[in-house]
C-alpha cells in the first residue's frame, strides 16, 4: 500500500524559506511522477510542482518558478519542495501526490496517492 507523508510545514515570515520533505513507501516509484499540491482556506487545491521519478525532470506553476525547487533523493525515497522568497499568498496546506503513467499532469483528480498534507503560514 502506497504511503505519502508530508513534513516541514511551519511559520516563516515572507521572504523566508522552508523545506517540505515526502516519504513514499509501498513500492517502487520509477514510473512514477510526484507532485506537490497546495490548498488555500476557501480555494481549490492546486498544482504546484511535478517531478519525474526517473530522470528528474521538473514541472511547475508559474507563481513558484524561480522560487521554489522540487527535487527527489532516490535512496531515501523522499520528494523535497525547497521553497524560497515566500510570500503571504504561499499560505496553505501542502500536499504530496503520486502517479502513474505518462505525461505530465495537473489536475488533481489525476493522481493516485495522496499524503495528509502540511501546514505553511507565511505571516506579512
Known amino acids: 500500500q502506497v504511503q505519502l507523508v508530508e513534513s516541514g510545514g511551519g511559520l516563516v515570515q515572507a521572504g523566508g524559506s522552508l523545506r517540505l520533505s515526502c516519504a513514499a513507501s509501498?513500492?517502487?516509484?520509477?514510473?512514477?511522477?510526484m507532485a506537490w499540491f497546495r490548498q488555500a482556506p476557501g480555494k481549490e487545491r492546486e498544482f504546484v510542482a511535478a517531478?519525474?521519478?526517473?530522470?528528474?525532470?521538473?514541472y511547475y506553476t508559474d507563481s513558484v518558478k524561480g522560487r521554489f525547487t522540487i527535487s527527489r533523493d532516490n535512496t531515501k525515497n523522499t520528494v523535497y519542495l525547497q521553497m524560497n522568497s515566500l510570500k503571504p499568498e504561499d499560505t496553505a496546506v501542502y500536499y504530496c501526490?503520486?502517479?502513474?503513467?505518462?505525461?505530465?499532469?495537473?489536475?488533481?483528480?489525476?493522481?493516485?496517492?495522496w499524503g495528509q498534507g502540511t501546514q505553511v503560514t507565511v505571516s506579512s
Open positions: 501526490a503520486a502517479r502513474a503513467g505518462l505525461g505530465w499532469r495537473t489536475g488533481r483528480d489525476e493522481y493516485d496517492y
Open positions: 509501498g513500492r517502487t516509484f520509477s514510473n512514477y511522477f
Open positions: 517531478i519525474r521519478w526517473s530522470g528528474g525532470s521538473t
